[in-house]
């Protein structure tokens, strides 16, 4: 009996709503994300996919909810990079990055831009550079909290300066963008999904993109490598996951969605429009997922233990 209930309750899936955990606050970049994904993905399930911000932690807080959520579809997870380098940045994690969870797919791989408060006293990358260097002790720098994109790009920045800088935490760089617009906080490498609007609004300065090419929707900001930084690259992928033990059937049926959602036009133009495209066909598969966070885990590990950042 056991067995055709559950196959009953697979077969009619998704019978209600769908949560779908944020990991930091609304407004911020991944929410961006998550909300457009959502919006297609209730389109073609008939069912709501709503979000569900559980900041904190650089995001650790919000993957512990999913890993211990029922394995039964209705709860899913939208992470960026930060899911693989946590195992490396928090000694006591409750989950295992890989095997408390199944992948769903990738989604999108987001530029970040340096970028600071309007009146910041530096017209170039170089003369931030120095200005930081020359004012280490005051220059204050916002992220999301030890395990976000902006932390980690935080990171790799002061290890490559050679400069330690006074970071402000928050529990996701939508607030930070509040503070960096009031000029409360100095400066913030953060994602084109959240700061494009206000670049372009001419409310905060842009010095430079972390991607290896120029972005698109920003054609006149230079890559940090040409600016100066040589080396110098990060974007923050995207992926979807449920709790490990869903039913395979489900997850077929959450991929298949996820994927329709990366074509859908609206989708794509809001994409193009904040920097950044879905990622092609083949990689928006949970096995590209699967074998893409087991790449990135093996990765980061060395970078983050030769940085010395970690937190129990
Ligand atoms: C956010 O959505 O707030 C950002 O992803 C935070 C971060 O990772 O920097």
């Not at 309750?9 to 994300?33: C, E, L, N, R, W």
């Not at 960096?180 to 100095?186: I, P, R």
């Not at 110098?232 to 329709?260: D, N, R």
Request: with cysteine; proline share 7%.
């Amino acid at each position: 009996v056991l067995a055709s209930a559950a196959a009953h309750a697979q077969s009619d899936y998704p019978a209600k709503m769908i949560t779908m955990i944020v990991p930091f606050s609304a407004g911020g970049p991944t929410d961006t994300v998550a909300r457009l994904v959502a919006q297609s993905m209730s389109t073609t399930l008939k069912q709501q996919v709503i979000i569900e911000n559980v900041g904190g932690a650089g995001g650790t807080i919000g993957a512990a909810r999913v890993a211990k959520a029922a394995p039964d579809g209705y709860t899913i997870f939208l992470h960026h990079i930060g899911q693989s380098t946590a195992p490396a940045l928090y000694r006591k994690l409750t989950y295992d990055a890989i095997d408390s969870f199944e992948p769903v797919g990738l989604i999108t791989d987001v530029p970040m831009t340096f970028v600071t408060r309007k009146d910041f006293p530096a017209k170039d990358f170089k003369e931030l550079l120095s200005y930081v260097k020359a004012n280490a002790a005051k220059v204050t720098y916002a992220n999301a909290g030890v395990g976000s994109a902006s932390h980690l790009c935080g990171m790799l920045f002061m290890s490559a300066i050679n400069t330690d800088l006074t970071t402000v935490p928050y529990k996701g760089t939508g607030p930070a963008m509040n503070d960096l617009l009031g000029g409360q906080v100095d400066f913030m490498c953060d994602q084109t999904t959240n700061t494009t609007s206000q670049i372009k609004g001419g409310k905060i300065k842009v010095y430079g993109v972390t991607t290896k090419t120029r972005v698109p929707s920003q054609p006149d900001v230079p890559t940090l490598n040409e600016a100066g930084l040589a080396g110098f690259e990060i974007a923050v992928w995207h992926g979807m996951y449920a709790p490990k033990g869903t039913p395979k059937p489900v997850i077929a049926t959450l991929s298949g969605a996820l994927q329709k959602a990366l074509k859908d036009p609206n989708v794509k133009q809001r994409f193009a429009d904040l920097g950044t495209e879905p990622v092609p066909e083949n990689r928006a598969t949970p096995d590209a997922l699967r074998a893409h966070l087991k790449a990135e885990i093996d990765k980061w590990e060395p970078v983050i233990k030769k940085a010395g950042v970690f937190t129990d």
